[in-house]
């Protein structure tokens, strides 16, 4: 799952960078995303340290800069779909 996911938000970054279009994007989502990365990272530091903490870490990284980026955009995008 975490190697998945960590393909999945490269991709999703890459075309949000390509396109500016954020239309279709869950803030809400990559915030439950977030806080899951977050919670996954306490358990390893709390109860199992080990060497995954840094795809749970690398994972959560990319999931706050495409989280970043909807309202980067968000504005841009709102405006080219009402205009």
Do not use: E
């Amino acid at each position: 799952m975490l190697i998945c996911f960590g393909v999945s938000w490269p991709l999703s970054i890459a075309k949000t960078l390509h396109t500016g279009v954020v239309r279709g994007k869950s803030p809400l989502f990559m915030t439950i995303v977030c806080l899951g990365y977050t919670s996954g990272i306490a358990h390893k530091l709390l109860f199992a340290y080990d060497w995954v903490i840094v795809l749970y870490a690398l994972n959560l990284l990319m999931v706050a800069v495409d989280l970043s980026l909807y309202y980067v955009y968000l504005p841009a995008d709102r405006q080219t779909a009402a205009g």
